[in-house]
């Protein structure tokens, strides 16, 4: 009996992603799955060169700098019929085109998930014991805190509020299970027992401003949570209270809270701002109640790996017949990242 046929695939993506997404072992493992050029790497689906693999190309394995497939792009792939992405959201990717013509679509946003929620913990954990404020009180000072000055500190009891029961949210509920803190949930998509189950308290979003100590937020960026954290909700978080943000900038008015931070009543770790990077002449770079970084929460470095496991392993799912588990629908996109 001759062996099926395996589906022509081509990784669409800036190349420089490819190794660390997919190392030796796992390229081989695609391989034995999927008919794929390792060498060949679309970004440009107008390119003459690519254009005999793209006319036969059933899947595309996507991945950052994949150019948005729209209606044009898409008339260069007539037999695409799956888009696996090997990155998280595929709002940016995806046009109306695609859907249109039935494509599935799969991302790997759950693996993109846990470095974040990850992330996430580290800074509440930190955040938790002051260590940002006493390494700035240590560098200047060289002095050891006195009792006076850490009565305040710790996580014991710690009130963390999570905005957004999303794929991150809900994994960073998991990993809070374990510490002592008091865990308080806002999504209007949830309701008290599940959140219970979830391990937190539901609230409504100004209950859970006022109440917590640390918010932290793992909304979608979608039209109804544009600025969801404007100036009248920031100014129900305590004085002391410290915002997270590994979600989206655009999720909190960025002027408000600039003007928030400068007073010094609240603090901030931020791994993602509205614009994305800041001005350079942004105060948020060199204020000490600030912790800025540049976007690094997601997968980095050996944290890629997992996100091309997820993609071979839906590829393998496909081929054997069985449906996708990560597939992004449509209807998805008005309330998911």
Known sequence: MPSPQLPRTVFAMDPVHLPLLFPPPLMERLRRTADIDPGL???DFADPAAAGVLASAEVLITGWGCPHLDAGVLSAVPKLDTVLHAAGSVRSLVGE?????GVTVSSAVTGNALPVAEYTLAMILLVGKDAFDHREHFRSTHAYPGPGETAATGNLGRRVGVIGASRVGRRLLELLRPFDLTVLLHD??????????LGAES??????LGRSDIVSLHAPDIPETHHMLDRDRLALVRDGGVLINTA???LVDHEALTGELVSGRLSAVLDVTDPEP?????PLYRLPNVFLTPHIAGSLGNELERLGRIVVEELERLAAGAPPVHQVRHADLA???
Do not use: D, I, Q, T
């Open 41 to 43: 790497v679309v970004r």
């Open 97 to 101: 085109a695609l859907w249109e013509r």
């Open 188 to 197: 209007p998509y949830v309701s008290p027992a599940e959140a219970a189950a």
């Open 203 to 208: 609230l409504s979003l100004e209950e859970l």
């Open 248 to 250: 989206r900038g655009a």
């Open 278 to 282: 800041l001005p350079a002449g942004s």
């Open 335 to 337: 309330r998911v990242a």
